[in-house]
């Protein structure tokens, strides 16, 4: 038995207790091997549309072969953190690699893009400063805000009118000495993409700071380098941040930008300072993934055959993928108890989707999420679509 005070234990029965209540605790999966585009839950394999593994490098065989040789060359850990003597030389190739493929002069590398959002914000936004936000921007973003202490001004989503009548009140107002504007690149759960050129269009205006988190658009807009890259703005947005986790396949998160900043950061953003650093296994595959994006298309190419194909088959037999414009596919159910049964029979019937409901999404848009990858077949995403229809039928959806 472990020790638990009676104050702790009546805190965590009662939290327990309320977020079982509301349905909204829940259980986690244990996938028995790889998270590929297929996976085995408890011994049953399942066509996997949940995973954020976009171009299949997950499990790419260069990738994994270029772990095991920079952890036969340099270890299983850094043995410190950045500052102390934790910065190996494939930390530096990898941040090379990262500003040359990004277009930037400089980068810097984080244990992950939660971290690297905590760290990066609160490096250069503070009591005096304002933050415009979008209204959905992930969590990660939330808390390196709060974490700066700046005032947080929320926009609307996707919303110029309103970002440019907060930026105008913000600046105007002289209370803060600097306004930064933050937005994901590309929404995670509906797939729309920041309306980039308007943006920097306010930005330039009212002379604001602009960070995008690509986390959903590194690999996949911008022929692999994103967002920014895809709105030809590489050399016009302050911070392009992004993760080394989703399409990339690995683990980390980075900021490519002027050299300036990234000097700033690496001085300033506390998970670089006082966390150890990226593993030499993972920095090696994320540089072979650059490699294998940079000198062959078909990975980023394949993806977007695969979702396009997918979500037309979707659409064809009658759902509704609300409006995304790149491979994240929501199939909308609107109310939350039918999101949540719709995706417990599909997952029993072989296609392993996750339902996404209030408060991650506004209630009353209760969805499943759909990730089609590059490593998916044509008869893996046709055998899914033919449960779609079963089961949209039996439960009278479609
Ligand atoms: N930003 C966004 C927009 C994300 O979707 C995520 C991942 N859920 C993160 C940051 C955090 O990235 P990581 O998983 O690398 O910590």
Redesign the pocket.
Known sequence: MSYMSPTLENFLDEGLGNLKSKGLYSTIDVLDGANGPMITIDGQEKINLAS?NYLGFATHPEMIKAANEATETYGVGAGAVRTINGTLAIHRELEERIAKFKGTEAAIAFQ??????MGAISAVMNKDDAILSDSL??A??IDGCRLSRAKIIRVNHSDMKDLEEKAKEAVESGLYKKVMYIT?GVF?MDGDVAKMPEIMAIAEKYNLIVYV?D??GSGVLGKGAGTVKEFGLSDKVDFQ?G????AIGV???YVAGSEKLISWLKSQARPFLFSTSLTPGASAAVIKAIDLMESDSSYVDNLWENANYFKEKLKGIGYDIGHSETPITPVILGDEKLAQEFAKNLIANGVYVKPIVFPTVPLGTGRVRNMPTAAHTKEMLDKAVAVYEKVGKEMKII
């Open positions: 954020n992950s893009g939660f971290n690297c959002n921007n992930h990660s973003i994901d995670s988190d986390a959903h941040m993760t080394l986790s989703k683990v980390g998160g």
